[in-house]
């Protein structure tokens, strides 16, 4: 495959979308929002899940993109999972101090809601789901996409009387939908900024529905859609390990007190927790010095030797220690990030103050990852 974009098979027979086609498109996904009836925040959860599936699964060369239900659905999981924990606001307030689940329909709870609440309950995080009771994990998986099925997938492209059929065609075909010739691409180009103006939507609708419970909070961006203040601590003995107990950039030794586990593409610029994706390193200056910015070509080097050298042996850790990892994921994602860097001439940070351009060349040690 040529994952490049540049003079492959692909290109000769397809165009990438024009300027005037980007903006129409981007024209579009605004029209969903503010038109598309919404009784349910699935709809939002469907956006999201195209957005975030084109980076992690297309390309840029402007092919259709083929996504089965069960990958949209699983997304489904992933996104209501920590906004199914109850709501408990931050000011004291005469509400029980358990919290309450934040309603995500109009009516009574949505039901995907209720489903993932369900498994919420009873297993506390999606590692622990999905390690210890796989055939729970592919049940919800699938009860998730027939929800999916029934409800967002065909009513998403609908605005008042007519259907904005841009995405996908709409009508069904066996358990995927197929992106349509240029959608992936603009999904990809336009990853941080669609992502805004859903999870803006998105927040908005919850805030109309749960006025009872949210009142004029302010955190419930944060809530709903997180922090990278994760628990990383079951990285730390792993990465301290592999990388002998030295920073992952600067390379000078580190204190266990002082050493921070650093997503290598920063949560800002797209946010997830997959297992390769992590480092180790000085709290400062290096990790606060990096900050939201893609580190530069020599490092994204550096880690892409690692996770090839390491391969297996990362592999084992993280089974061992039940952390979600998908490696073709995370250099897909990798590729995406430094490619839209470099194609927009942006800076990468490097070690202090310093900050350079990518060198043309700067996505060679990814191919082995890629394949
Ligand atoms: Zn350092």
Known sequence: MDHTGEGGLLDSQLTTPSADEQIQFLANVQRLLKEGAFVATYKYALLMALTDLSVEKGDDTGSPLNLSLSEIAEKFVYYYWRQTIPYVPPTISTLPHDGMILQQNTRSQAEIVRLVERAREAHSDIQNLKGNAPNKWRRLVQMVAAKIDEQPLWKLQRVGDEYLEFLYPNARQSDSVVLK??????????????????????????????HNILGTTTDLHEFLFGTERLPLGNYIPILWELQNGSCFYCGHLLKRESSNVDHFIPWAVYPF????????????????KKSDMLASAEHLNKWAERNSMFREELRRRFDAAHLVYDLKVSARVTYWAYRQTFSANGLTWRRGEELVHLPSNWSSSLDVLLQ
């Not at 992936?184 to 999870?199: E, K, N, P, Q, T």
């Open 273 to 288: 927790d997959l297992g390769h994706n992590f480092v180790l390193a000085h709290d400062r200056p290096c990790n606060s």
């Open 181 to 210: 010739v240029g959608v992936a691409f603009c999904f990809r180009r336009f990853h941080s900024l669609i992502g805004d103006l859903v999870r803006g939507a998105w927040a908005r609708y919850v805030r109309r529905f749960n």
